[in-house]
Structure formats: C-alpha cells, structure tokens
C-alpha cells in the first residue's frame, strides 16, 4: 500500500474556513489544532484540574472485559492512570457491521493523532473512542451500503424497532443477524479471506448481546493492538460517574442554554447556518423512562418550574430530577450539547477529534464551556480517506479520468459525453424527426375527421409515438451493449469512488475491504504517517 494527500474543499464553508484557520472562524475556539504550543498549554491547563482517574479507569476496565484485548490495552489503562496522562477522544454512534468507512476513520485518526502527540510531548497519550450507545435513532445505524449486481444498495437490518430506545437497550437477535450477514457477504464472492471473516462474525455475533456490544467486538479486535480504549456513553458504570456532573447541568441548565442561543446568535452573524437545534427552554437532557421504555428528551417549564416530556406524559419537578441524577443517573443521558461537557469533565482530554459537521457544532458550545469555567480542547479534524484499488486506478488511466474530478463529482458527466460520443447523431435526428412529422400530420387529420373520432385518434398517435420510442430506446441500448465494458468501467469507478453521488467513506462498509484483503487490514491503515492537515489521503490498494 502507498499513500499520497490531495487537495480537496471541505464538505462545509465552515469546515473549510476552520482548516484555513481564518481568524473570523478562530475566535469560537479557545486553541489552534494546527499550533504546537496550543498542546503544550492544554497540558498546563489539565494540569490544574482533577479527574477521577481511578474510578474511571476502573469503570473503562470493567466495561471493556468482554471485548478482545491486549498488553497494549493494558499499557493505554496504565497510561491513563499516570498523573500526567492525557487523551485524544472521537466519538461515533454504533453502527451496524461498523457503519460507514468513516467511523473507522475516526478511530484510525484517534490513534494516530495520540501516538504522534505523545512522541511530541514526551507524555503518555492514549487513544479513547467514545461509543454514542445513548442515541436512538435506530435508523441511522441498522444498515450499511454494498455493491450489488452492479449498483451500489442500501441493506437494512431485519428488524423493525420501534421505540425511541437507546442503541445500547437493543438487543441482537443472533439468528436473524446471522442470516443477514451471510446473505451480505455471499454478495461479494468468495476470496482466501471470506471463511476466516464470516468464522469471526460468527463467533462475533454469539458473543454480543447488544447492537453496541457487536460493534464494540469488531472494533476492539481491529485495533486491540493500537491501545485503543472504549466507552459506551450508555454504560450504567459511566452514568454513576457522572452522577455530580448531571446534578451540576441540571442547576445550569438554563445557563447552558443561553450560552448555546449567544454563540448561535454570533456565529450566524458571520454567515453560518446554525448546527444545532436547541428550543428556548431546553434542558439538553434525555429521560430515560422506564415506564415508556425509551428515551425522552426534557423541556424546562420556568413558569410551572418543571421538566416535561413526551407532550406533557413526563412531569418531573427539580428535586425530582435531581434525586434521579443522585440515586439513578442511568435514568438521565446526555444530549448534543451536554455530552461534550460530560466528555471533558470525566477525561483529562488533550485533543477531540471531530468530523466536519461536529467542527461546526462544537464552535456553537464555546460560552457553554466557559460557563463552566473550561476550556474547548483543540478540536483536530478528522482524517478524509479514500481507498483507491488497483484496478479502479487502472480504470481511471484508460478512461482519462482525474481521481480529484471523480471524487468531487462523479463520473457520470463524462460517462454522458462518452455516450454522446459514440452515438450516430444523425439516427437522433431521424427518430426526432420521424416524431415531429408524425405529430404534424396528425394534427393536419384532426382538423379533419368528425369530433366523435378524436379521442381514438389520440389515442392511434399515441400508440405509434411509443412505438418509435420503444425502437429509440432499443437502439440507445444496443449502443450500451456494444459499449458496455468501457460503460462498465464508468459505473465501477463510480460505485467505487463517488458511490450514489457521496465520498466512498460516507456510503461504503469496511465489510467488503476485509473480504477483500483480510481482517486486519483496516488495521493496517493506521501504521501509515498522516499528517493533519486536512489534506484528503489517497491509499493505494
């Protein structure tokens, strides 16, 4: 494998102003992520808080036992518990198969990033991904997108849930599970890796009870050997640490709100569009309610002094929420807001390592932070990665395509004029013309016939137009025939690169590339020496 950057805009203005590092774009951020010092004053900065290290290396330990591990794991928990001992944090849902490439970028880009920080620094940096198991939005993570017959399709996961229930709540059926993956996987033909794969989701999918134990296996056994440390955000033993962290968003809750509205109010005024949507009278907490089995995000009523959910079925006045913080904060989780204030009270957190529309959002909490007396860490964009195959690279070559052209756009442009180029232009004309003439001769009989005749006339016309255009349309696909493997090679630079008009990271599953070339080989990704600076890394396969 070999790797090279290329240049490529930033999916939003805001992103793309942040990478530039434009001065407008700077003052909703406490540090620079491309500037040396800004890490070295964080550090001195985390050195003046505490942490509960103990209890949260205890709880971190005690989560990840079931899940594939290593003496270097084991170094990362050490690591963590020194006084000096930092983080570089991501955060992504619990994708089905592990969702799109890019939450395997995220953690790729987690570990690289703390492994060059503590070479830099000269201290121990461990690489933590924060599982969003409180999200239930279940729809986002029980499908993956594969190369089927040609097309590139979206396969949902056999199983409707209905409630608003925490990913983390619900559980894998084995049986249906099984049957889906080996349905998924007998898609993309056999190769020397495809037994060992499915051996291991097999013995996978036996192992997990939940959506975000499956997910948490696959990525542990992935990057076991990196050091990598998981959260489940949903995790009963990391709610009860958090215990004083709720009860103190509960006290600031309308605080927390205002600062999010002020920043809002700033940042529109340079032109962004605003990331998050937040009411008035949000308490940026969920309920989780175990009467209605499922999660209920709160309002804050001033005037009745309440906090209401689910159109007033959930009625819960402050000393109420906050005894279920004191004596049950696994009833209590984290919004979009308050999760990356949880985040920074619980980790001594050097970096966060965000996805471009997170990188918008998170510069909307920045008075959020400060009402807390905290500082924003540098927020260090994620790495953009294509997987660029051997045999596409060949297909670029033949068809004349420039890989930065079909990553922006797609192939289906020139796919057109290709077409266009091989077509007789003057069989275009005759049928148009053949249509035209048609349609004026008809119209010469219709000023001619009895009224009465009219309609079956239409109908006569009507039925030789389509006929023509059935010939027409026949003609155009024995020109595709003809032209199909060049065509061919379209749609699979297409399918390959710019899959449904989106980047490869965004729509394609790690599941094909590990059939294709191992289970260890998204693994592989993250020996490579990137550099962050939001450059698009191209990796030869």
């Known amino acids: 494998m070999e790797m090279y950057n290329l240049s490529l805009p930033a999916v939003n203005r805001f992103a793309t102003e942040y990478l530039d590092s434009t001065p407008e774009i700077q003052r909703f951020f406490h540090y620079q992520y491309q500037v040396s010092d800004d890490y070295r004053d964080r550090l001195s900065e985390l050195k003046h808080r505490t942490f509960m290290r103990k209890e949260l290396i205890q709880c971190i330990e005690k989560y990840m036992e079931p899940f594939p591990s290593s003496k270097e794991v084991e170094r990362s928990l050490k690591k963590l518990a020194e006084e000096n001992g930092v983080a570089v944090i991501g955060g992504q849902q619990a994708g089905i198969l592990t969702g799109p490439l890019y939450s395997i970028h995220k953690i790729i880009s987690i570990i690289v990033f703390a492994r060059q920080k503590e070479a830099e620094l000269n201290v121990p940096v461990v690489p933590v991904f ?43 059926n084995r049986e249906r599970c099984l049957s889906w993956i080996e349905e998924i996987m007998a898609t993309f033909g056999e190769t020397e890796h495809t037994n060992d794969l499915l051996a291991f989701l097999h013995d996978t999918v036996e192992k997990s009870s939940s959506f975000v134990d499956f997910f948490a296996s696959i990525v542990m056994e992935l990057f076991k050997d990196d050091g990598l440390l998981i959260v489940d955000s949903a995790d009963p033993g990391i709610r009860h640490l958090e215990k004083e962290i709720f009860l103190a968003q509960i006290e600031e809750g309308t605080q927390i709100t205002k600062c999010v509205k002020d920043m809002q109010k700033e940042i529109a005024a340079k032109g962004f569009k605003q990331m998050i949507e937040i009411t008035d009278h949000a308490a940026n907490l969920f309920y989780n309610d175990p009467h209605f089995k499922e999660r209920i995000l709160l309002e804050f009523d001033p005037k009745k002094r309440l906090y209401i959910g689910k159109n007033g079925a ?201 059939n294709s070339y191992g289970i260890r080989f998204l693994a592989g990704l993250a020996k490579f020496p990137y550099t962050f600076d939001g450059s698009h890394k191209v990796i030869k396969i």
């Open 314 to 514: 959930v009625r819960l006045k402050i000393s109420e929420l906050r005894q279920i913080a004191a004596e049950f904060p696994e009833q209590l989780s984290n919004n979009v807001v308050t999760r990356p204030l949880t985040q920074e009270m619980l980790f001594p957190t050097l970096a966060f390592i965000a996805g471009p529309g997170e990188i918008a959002y998170w510069a909307e909490l920045k008075k959020a932070f400060e009402s807390f007396s905290l500082k924003m860490p540098p927020i260090v964009p994620r790495l953009n990665i294509t997987l660029l195959d051997r045999s596409i690279e060949t297909d670029l070559q033949e068809l004349g395509l420039k890989l930065e052209e079909v990553l922006l756009n797609g192939t289906e442009k020139r796919r057109q004029e290709y077409v266009a180029s091989v077509k007789d232009p003057e069989l275009e004309k005759l049928f148009q013309h053949t249509k035209e003439s048609l349609r004026s001769h008809y119209q010469l009989i219709e000023n001619r016939i009895d009224k009465g005749l009219l309609p079956l006339l239409e109908k006569n016309q009507n039925l030789i137009v389509s006929q023509i255009e059935f010939m027409e349309a026949k003609a155009e696909a024995f020109l595709e025939t003809k032209h199909e493997m060049i065509l061919n090679k379209f749609k699979r630079v297409e399918n390959s690169l710019r899959p449904l008009g989106a980047p490869q990271e965004r729509m394609l599953n790690a599941l094909q590339y590990m």
């Open 130 to 172: 924060w599982i969003a198991g409180e999200d239930h939005d279940f729809q986002e993570v029980n499908h993956i997108y594969i190369e089927k017959e040609g097309r590139v399709q979206k396969e949902v996961y056999p199983e409707q849930i209905r409630e608003k229930k925490m990913v983390s709540d619900i559980s894998l």
